[in-house]
């Protein structure tokens, strides 16, 4: 749970050794502390630590503490144990993890801190693997000597394990993870025989001969390959808890992503709701200049870990505050962009993830670092510590937000969607495997234009996870190219149930093992949908060709093309050569609609010039109505409901004011002052500031 004493976590990540100056830590508490941050992070980073084999330096990392505790703010510990001692990479040489085409990783300076220990292949993943049972030990005992010295201490807020929550896809290749793969699929198949089958692979003499495979291809071995990669480092992710609970069981635990679940859970490890289901609080970093800083995108690295969470407090654990110069994403975009950061933009990004439900707010730096390829990078206060306008902007959201007036909107939580984009990670393996040397994207490109279109159409899309359905009436599945017949029966009996289905093209065409069916749609779906594949074409790199009607309306598709014949179901409309494209039919108490192409992916491609209109007619079909509706398509809204208190968000992320008229599906706007930033209710109705929020509270 959130720390007691702290309302709303609202700060930055500080010290990342050597930066900064040591003769500036004084001075910036006090400044922090003045300007109301309430909580830090730092990195406490194994190798700059353990200087030598048992020989700790602990003694900067002591005055971080030390200064927190002066100056009324908590402090977050972060592990790193993937920085590794200089020694350790000698002593332990023979468990270097090993990338896909053979090659070891090593130890080289870190590009967020410019220490020395880091792999720099990407992820959270060191340069020895944890499979090593000698490596292991040695980071485990650096764990215990961390959590020991800190646990008493009076800043400590608690731990964060894992930072940014992913690994690289080339490894680990290693002897040792090698060993363990070949253990767990012992363990999944219990016999040489049955996995020679399930892998029609017929010549296994031993379980050593087993390799893990290395070119990655949609068959049985390399789906096991990405399930077990992912298993074994969020096993390890729960060896790094279980280690320091067993010293502290009173701190909390916490951890964060990079709200990569679309698109690399499957090729990076980016399971939100894998990772949250370990921690008490989750959190997610999300950098508008290597994103960029479209509205959607900003609601989609929210959105995703509010459903993460599972109702668990998350937060925004690296939010950007100052420009981010000469990296790779940044170049030849727009200089408005995220690349300057200016105040108002600081309270835009703060605001959409606080409407998305986050309940904490962290910088992911304090202030830039001197050295290294991120010099500069993304810090509210300047180059010496001084004050910015950036930094007063984010002193005056801390204070307001901790202000104890506001403990009601902070209990209050966002409402479910009316829509749940449906999140199945076996889909998204699949398509990996099938389409990860392609140039053509379409499950990422799928899974955001449908969210997208939801969005911009005013409605409230959550990211639903298969495991998750049964808190949903009405579901929409942007690319259902795969998933396992145990997942087909879920999904037929919630439909069965009551549920309302909207599936895209070739719902399940390949089902367990990535086996494809003969029967399409496969495992029984041809039921719950009223019809049959008549023909298919997959041709995404022609997607753009393929044209549709509903009901004579004119839609544009993308993707894979189905046609169908009718089994019981009732046609809505054709592809322009006359073939049937959509289907829609009504199972038991439920209801489906299959349509032969991914419009999701027409929108998403056209940036929403396209299929506008086709997403606010499903919306319409579904009976579902929206929380809020607004005169103006500029804005976004969001209700939090608590017993506290209840209240509206509305989000202008234009760079002008914007009016707008407001209905509410249930309950009415109070008369009273908004609670952010003033009373803005006249007489020509409401008006939301540019790049700013307006709070209204809600009669109850």
């Known amino acids: 749970m959130l720390n007691k004493d ?60 030390d200064l927190a505790a002066a100056n009324g703010i908590k402090t977050v510990i972060a592990e790193l144990i993937h920085a590794v001692p200089d020694w350790a990479v000698r002593k ?17 300076m870190g590009v967020s801190s410019a ?54 896809a080339d490894v680990d290749y290693s002897p040792y993870a090698k060993a363990a793969f070949r253990k767990w699929l012992e363990k999944k198949y219990g016999s040489l025989k049955a996995l ?36 074994n480092f969020y096993d390890q992710m729960q060896w790094r808890i279980d280690t320091i609970r067993a010293v502290d069981q009173k701190n909390t635990i916490v951890a964060h992503g990079i709200s990569g679940a679309i698109p690399n859970m499957a090729a990076n490890g980016c399971d939100d709701w894998l990772a949250a289901s370990k921690v008490e609080v989750y959190g997610f970093t999300w950098i508008q200049a290597r994103k960029g800083s479209e509205a959607w995108k900003n609601w989609y690295g929210v959105d995703i870990n509010r459903a993460a969470a599972r109702g668990k407090p998350f937060w925004h654990a690296e939010r950007q505050g100052g420009p981010l110069w000469l990296q790779p994403q940044v170049i030849g975009r727009d200089k408005e962009d995220g690349r300057v950061v200016e105040p108002e933009d600081i309270r835009l990004w703060s605001m959409t993830s606080l409407a998305g439900g986050a309940r904490g707010v962290i910088n992911l730096r304090w202030r830039p670092l001197l050295d290294g390829p991120l010099f500069g990078a993304f810090g509210s206060y300047g180059m010496d510590g001084s004050r910015t306008p950036r930094s007063d902007m984010a002193s005056t959201m ?67 996870h298969i495991d998750d359905i049964a808190a949903y009436d009405f579901l929409y599945f942007p690319y259902p190219i795969m998933f396992t017949s145990e997942q087909a029966k879920s999904l037929n009996a919630w439909v069965e149930n009551g549920g309302t289905l909207i599936a895209e093209a070739c719902p399940g065409y390949f089902g367990d093992r990535g086996h494809v069916g003969t029967v399409q749609p496969n495992m029984g779906l041809d039921e719950v949908f009223g019809a049959r594949e008549e023909e298919v074409e997959f041709m995404p790199d022609i997607g753009d060709r393929i ?22 179901g009732t046609g809505r409309g054709h592809f322009t050569d006359g073939r049937l494209a959509v289907v829609e039919n009504a199972y038991g108490k439920g209801r489906t609609l299959l349509i032969g192409t991914n419009p999701s992916v027409a929108y998403y491609r056209t940036q929403g010039k396209a299929n506008g209109a086709f997403f606010a007619e499903l919306l319409r079909w579904s009976g579902k109505k929206r929380h809020v509706t607004l005169s103006n398509a500029a804005l976004f809204a969001r209700i ?61």
């Open 6 to 65: 702290i309302q709303l976590p609202y700060g930055a990540v500080y010290f990342r050794k050597s930066n900064p100056p040591r003769e500036d830590w004084e001075r910036d508490y006090a400044t922090a502390g003045q300007d109301g941050l309430n909580i830090f992070r730092h990195w406490f980073m194994w190798s700059a630590i353990e200087t030598a084999p048992g020989v700790y330096d602990w003694e900067e990392y002591d005055r971080q503490m």
């Open 92 to 108: 332990y040489a023979h468990a270097l993890q090993v990338n896909a085409d053979g090659t070891k990783l090593g130890s080289y």
């Open 115 to 168: 220490t020395g220990g880091f792999s720099n292949n990407g992820g959270g993943a060191g340069a020895l693997t944890l499979n090593c049972p000698e490596v292991k030990e040695a980071a485990g005992k650096f764990l215990t000597a961390l959590a020991t010295r800190y646990k008493d201490h009076p800043a400590i807020y608690g731990y964060d394990v894992w930072n940014e929550c992913n690994y690289s």
């Open 196 to 231: 020679a089958k399930a892998w029609y692979r017929y010549s296994y003499a031993e379980w050593d001969d087993i390799e893990p495979p290395v070119h990655m291809a949609p068959y049985p071995e390399c789906i096991d390959w990405l399930q077990f990669k992912r298993d």
């Open 398 to 464: 801390a204070k307001w937000a901790n202000d104890k007036a506001q403990g009601p909107l902070w209990e209050a939580k966002p409402v479910r969607g009316e829509v749940g984009i449906l999140v199945v990670r076996e889909t998204q393996e699949f398509d990996y495997l099938l389409n990860h040397d392609r140039k053509e994207k379409p499950y990422p490109q799928a899974m955001w234009g449908a969210y997208r279109a939801f969005l911009e159409n005013g409605a409230q899309p959550d990211w639903v």
């Open 547 to 568: 044209h549709f009607d509903l009901d004579g309306a004119a839609v544009d598709g993308g993707g894979f093309l189905q046609s169908y014949r009718l089994t019981g």
């Open 640 to 700: 939090h409901e608590g017993e506290k208190g209840s209240f509206l968000w509305l989000v202008n992320p234009t760079r002008a004011a914007q009016k707008t008229e407001v209905t509410l599906a249930e309950g009415a706007l109070a008369q009273s002052q908004a609670v952010w930033p003033i009373d803005h209710i006249g007489n020509s109705g409401i008006e939301v500031p540019p790049r700013d929020v307006l709070i209204l509270p809600l009669d109850s």
